[in-house]
């Protein structure tokens, strides 16, 4: 509860800032953030913004006789963020912090994280220390497979696929080396190094097994993308050259102690925690060209030991998500700021260890931006069915993205 006040404290201290502030800040654009300061020395900068995502899910089972039953519905606020950057001391010392105040954004509470909510998604500081090698130091993304580094608020669909949802590496606490160079004057190729904690975002327990190692590659053949526009769904800006990345991870938690590497539930046995090594592969690429939109990824998992056991050997039920799966989604967006994409998807656990079926889910999105993805509303549907089908799914969504 007292989290919660110094939250709210913040917040209105920081809205009456603004409303202080309110005649000074008249050139802001929309999209831009909710006020912009530089010291007038120079010495720091920071700049504000907020953003919120209102949905509506649909959700219905379908049987072998294509009879729709089991409906449900409901309205939620998906995600909502605070955002603070800027640099501090010096340009090449940045800063990024990243708060979320929805329900789901605080969710995943347990004894690990002292029992308090996850309000902190990204804690964290750049620094540009030589030439192009940049040192990021705290809590942030892995740099794991591409979909999952997008922001959400920059996703092509109402959120994103499967894929992301059954291998993803997310967030984790440490520290990541990146660096670029360049073959000829347009061959782009980018690496960024990982050493973090291996449990996921705002644990306070100390590391219960090993630590994660992460190492990402990316190939641009044909330059960079026009406003970072390979960490961003869809081609908004129309890019009037074809444009390239193809990049892949590979990921190795030492001692994991959670069912989805530094995700999932944690493994529990007689004498505490199940550990074993998970190795995650990613593989992706992106491309673009005059509003039209290509994005590919590969994802497989393994582990050494994914059955958890107890000390005398019996299992404890809990297992790692082994398997793989591909996801491909394009996407033409017309002039009118309209975008038509599809999607398809096929997650494929390993059935012996997982009990899992093969499962696919095929979408297809309507989005329209209004102002890029600072202001845009956006809908799919969804339908997915599995091996020795008995039952499949269908999905509708819409949803209001808004970001100061």
């Not at 039953?69 to 001391?89: E, P, T, W």
């Not at 904690?197 to 053949?221: A, C, D, M, W």
């Not at 989604?329 to 009118?336: A, D, V």
Request: hydrophobic share 35%; proline share 1%; no cysteine.
């Amino acid at each position: 509860m007292n989290s919660i006040k110094l939250i709210l404290t913040f917040v209105v201290t920081l809205y009456l800032g603004v409303l202080g502030f309110s005649q000074e800040v008249t050139n802001g654009k929309f999209g831009k953030g909710i006020y912009n300061v530089v010291a007038t020395d120079s010495s720091w900068s920071m700049k504000v913004g907020a953003r919120f995502q209102t949905l509506y899910i649909g959700e219905w089972d379908i049987d072998d006789k294509g009879n729709f039953r089991d409906g449900s519905s409901n309205f939620l606020i998906r995600r909502a963020r605070l955002k603070f950057d800027g640099f501090a001391y010096s340009p090449k010392l940045e800063y990024k912090l990243e708060l979320g105040l929805s329900n789901r954004d605080m969710s995943g509470t347990n004894q690990y994280t002292s029992n308090s909510p996850r309000y902190i998604f990204d804690a964290l500081l750049k620094w540009n220390f030589y030439k192009n090698f940049v040192l990021w130091m705290g809590q942030t993304k892995l740099p794991g497979n591409r979909e999952r580094v997008v922001s959400s608020g920059d996703l092509q669909f109402v959120d994103r696929s499967m894929l992301n949802s059954a291998f993803n590496i997310d967030r984790d606490m440490g520290v990541q080396l990146r660096h670029h160079f360049k073959i000829g004057s347009t061959f782009l190729v980018r690496e960024i190094v990982a050493f973090s904690q291996g449990e996921g975002r705002n644990i306070t327990s100390g590391n219960l097994g090993g630590y994660q190692y992460t190492y990402r590659v990316e190939f641009l053949p044909f330059g960079g993308f026009s406003k970072k526009g390979d960490y961003t769904g869809g081609d908004l800006v129309r890019e009037d050259k074809v444009k390239l990345s193809i990049a892949g991870t590979y990921d190795m938690n030492d001692n994991a102690v959670k069912t989805k590497s530094n995700l999932g539930n944690y493994m529990v046995n007689d004498i505490g925690l199940y550990e074993t090594d998970i190795h995650t592969l990613f593989i992706d690429a992106m491309l673009k060209y005059k509003g039209f939109s290509l994005m590919v990824e590969y994802a497989q998992r393994e582990a050494d030991y994914p059955e958890a056991i107890n000390d005398d050997g019996t299992l404890t039920g809990d297992v790692v998500n082994v398997g793989k799966g591909i996801n491909l989604q394009m996407g033409y967006l017309f002039k009118s700021n309209w975008e038509l994409s599809g999607r398809v998807t096929q997650i494929d656990y390993i059935k012996e260890i997982t009990g899992n079926d093969v499962t696919s889910q095929y979408t297809l999105g309507l989005s329209k931006y209004l102002s890029g993805h600072k202001l845009k509303v956006q809908s799919d549907i969804s339908y997915a069915t599995s091996d020795n089908f008995t039952t499949g799914g269908l999905m509708s969504r819409l949803q209001i993205d808004i970001h100061f």
